[in-house]
Nanobody, 125 residues
Framework: EVQLVESGGGLVQAGGSLRLSCSAS????????IGWFRQAPGKEREGVSC??????????YHADSVKGRFTISRDNAKNTVYLQMNSLKPEDTAVYYC????????????????WGQGTQVTVSA
């Protein structure tokens, strides 16, 4: 059974940090790029960060809104991708999802094959 499980969300004050984890099972993790998306109430889903597979080009992506604050990394031995979020702002409040797509990062979330259930991140002012 394919599973992506997010963890690490919570409530934090503005300026604080959180580290999200996305743990994968049931598929060949090394062959997949992993993206983080977020969705705030009343807003469309937004791509946040993505890291390519081991077989893809060495490329990771960060949305302009999080550049310099968020860092994505992966540990293939643990089948886990991390999203380190620093200098959090109230506008970062959303449900954060991780998703998997073969080989390389893509901007269209509809092309991602597997999705987790999401973890809530709330940043208070």
């Amino acid at each position: 059974e394919v599973q992506l499980v997010e963890s690490g969300g919570g409530l934090v004050q503005a300026g604080g940090s959180l580290r999200l984890s996305c743990s994968a099972s049931g598929f060949t993790f090394d062959d997949y790029a992993i993206g983080w998306f977020r969705q705030a109430p009343g807003k469309e889903r937004e791509g946040v960060s993505c890291i390519s597979s081991s077989m893809g080009s060495a490329f990771d992506y960060h949305a302009d809104s999080v550049k310099g604050r968020f860092t994505i990394s992966r540990d293939n031995a643990k089948n886990t991708v991390y999203l380190q979020m620093n200098s959090l702002k109230p506008e970062d409040t959303a449900v954060y999802y991780c998703a998997a797509v073969t080989l390389v990062c893509l901007s269209d979330p509809e092309l991602y094959k597997y999705w987790g259930q999401g973890t809530q991140v709330t940043v208070s002012a």
